[in-house]
């Protein structure tokens, strides 16, 4: 076997599985566009394939960064403790919330003894791929009405943000200028037509910056882009043109909701945290304002107005969209603090979409990593399978770095990168 076959083998096995976990829950996620159909389910079902290739290679285990293990097993521990201090107790929802949390543990597990398979050009090729298929399947879901029950007047799930980084980086580290080039332009158009008139702002907005932030080292491409962007204003200020082409189209999706201040939506997510405020300094014990009030926890509608996602019929809620405020509410003060740990491991990796040594894969798992904590002020990433294997994947890469600087660097160097003899098969 070639040292070339022999490096793309060991980019598959457990790499195709992890993949096809994810795939799994996006594609039940795409077929029902109102909410996710048996998301507790599911999730069970990606945490098998996660266990069946956890357990299926023969690799050594890698060091797992121990604060982000520590922070989500103290989690765990009381999310168990806190449970039955509360009169309030559906079992859907103290598995979903025990669930969500393991996945984060198992993602952890796999990405550090999995990181060289993971980080390899071959899996974002296949990343790609697999939902670029899923984004057409999810709008064919919503004109076909696959699942009535979760129909939402023709709203569909959008093109998934990490895609947009994955063809972003992968037209501009591609090896030609011929047909690779056209297709993942397409590719690119297209996904953004659909993330546009999905319905869905934030990943339409996340992968907008993504398709930017591909790019954002490339000296030359930024200042062309400042250039164009400096003359088309020009040229507005001059009367050349109007902008209400441009208008029009955004009119005709949710973002038109925009131009007359925030909507429902939007509202109700602030409303939403300043209930919880209300639970923490009114209805809650001391010990669950630090502890949080653990696995399955409801709250109670009191400025907010959520008429979906209600129990019985009532002003009793589960679902938090804010995931930093759903962490703090029912894991307290070691929830709070894995947030921060979340959005701190972002902010000091931020070097890797700016400095040459990085490879295409190091971007593109630390978009996703980024697009995890981003879209955690707007609804709880947890319940994003995705989004958390890229978080995971963004902690042990950082946690290898760091012993790379200080042990190993010629073993262990974050610019150990596959790309130059792979090729999508």
């Not at 209400?244 to 509202?267: K, M, N, P, W």
């Not at 029912?330 to 603090?337: E, H, K, N, S, T």
């Not at 959005?343 to 971007?363: C, D, G, Q, T």
Request: aromatic share 16%.
């Amino acid at each position: 076997m070639s040292a070339a076959n022999k490096l793309q083998t060991d980019a598959t096995g457990p790499a195709v599985l992890v993949l096809a976990a994810l795939a799994v829950w996006d594609i039940n996620d795409a077929s029902g566009p109102y909410s996710v159909p048996d998301a507790t389910l599911f999730l069970t079902i990606v945490s098998v394939i996660l266990g069946i290739a956890l357990l299926k290679g023969n690799e050594t285990w890698g060091s797992v960064p121990k604060v982000p293990l520590f922070l989500s097993c103290a989690c765990l521990l009381f999310g168990v403790i806190m449970t039955p201090f509360r009169l309030d107790f559906y079992q859907q929802y103290v598995l979903a919330d025990a669930g969500t949390m393991a996945l984060f543990v198992l993602c952890l597990l796999v990405s550090s003894k999995y990181y060289e398979k993971l980080f390899n050009i071959r899996t974002v090729y296949w990343f790609a791929i697999v939902y670029s298929l899923i984004a057409v399947f999810a709008y064919i879901s919503a004109v076909v009405n696959l699942r009535p029950s979760y129909w939402w007047h023709g709203r569909w799930d959008p093109p998934y943000f990490m895609l947009f980084g994955a063809l972003s980086l992968l037209l501009r580290y591609k090896r030609d200028t011929g047909f690779t080039t056209f297709l993942y332009i397409a590719l690119i158009v297209v996904m953004s037509g659909f993330a546009l008139y999905s319905g869905n702002r934030t990943q339409f907005a996340l992968g907008a910056l993504f398709m930017v932030l591909a790019w954002i080292s490339d000296i030359r491409v930024m200042f062309l882009v400042f250039v164009g962007v400096l003359i088309s204003l020009l040229l507005y200020a001059l009367g050349f043109f109007e902008f209400d082409i441009i208008s029009s189209v955004f009119e005709d999706t949710r973002f038109g909701l925009l131009d007359g201040g925030a909507d429902e939506s939007l509202l109700g997510r602030f409303r939403e945290a300043s209930d919880i405020w209300y639970h923490f300094t009114t209805l809650n014990s001391p010990a669950q304002s630090f502890f949080g009030r653990g696995f399955g926890a409801t709250w109670q509608q009191v400025s907010s107005f959520a008429r979906e996602n209600v129990i019985d019929g009532g002003r009793t809620v589960h679902y938090l969209h804010i995931g930093f405020v759903n962490l703090g509410f029912r894991y307290g003060i070691f929830g709070a603090v894995l947030f921060l740990y979340w959005a701190w491991i972002v902010v000091a990796n931020a070097k890797v979409m700016f400095s040459a040594k990085y490879a295409l894969e190091h971007r593109f798992w630390y978009l996703g990593g980024l697009g995890f904590s981003v879209n955690f002020f707007f609804q709880n990433s947890l319940y994003d399978p995705p989004a958390v294997m890229a978080m995971a994947a963004l902690l042990v890469m950082n946690h290898r770095m760091r012993i790379s600087s200080r042990e190993k660097p010629a073993e262990l160097s974050p610019t150990h990168s596959s790309h130059q003899s792979i090729s999508p098969a």
